[in-house]
């Protein structure tokens, strides 16, 4: 089993940023593929971005540029580091864990409301 836990949401001016993080528990941290996803009200949860293992990095059109993942495997966390907001960034952002080879999310965290005001 791995838990994970998001913190660094809040509200944001238009053009500011944010730093999320995902503190993991559980079992071996590295060899999970850490995601990002956000869902904006009456919208269906959209990937943003995951990181590897052995860090390569994957973005949804609608985060290159402004966002960056990161992990740290000796503390057990992914970050997400959202320049630029924009008021359509608006949602509630979860991380996710899965393994290599797999297709579908093993685990998800509790998710962290991001507010981008214009």
């Known amino acids: 089993q791995v838990q994970l836990e998001e913190s660094g949401g809040g509200l944001v001016q238009a053009g500011g940023s944010l730093r999320l993080s995902c503190a993991a528990s559980g079992r071996t941290f590295s060899a999970y593929i850490m995601g990002w996803f956000r869902q904006a009200p009456g919208r269906e949860r959209e990937f943003v971005a995951h990181?590897?293992?052995?860090?390569?990095?994957y973005y949804a059109d609608s985060a290159k540029g402004r966002f960056t993942i990161s992990r740290d495997n000796a503390k057990n966390t992914a970050y997400l580091q959202m320049n630029s907001l924009k008021p359509e960034d608006t949602a509630i952002y979860y991380c996710g864990a899965r393994s290599t080879g797999k297709t579908e999310y093993d685990y998800w965290g509790q998710g962290t409301q991001v507010t981008v005001s214009s």
């Open positions: 990181i590897r293992s052995s860090g390569i990095t």
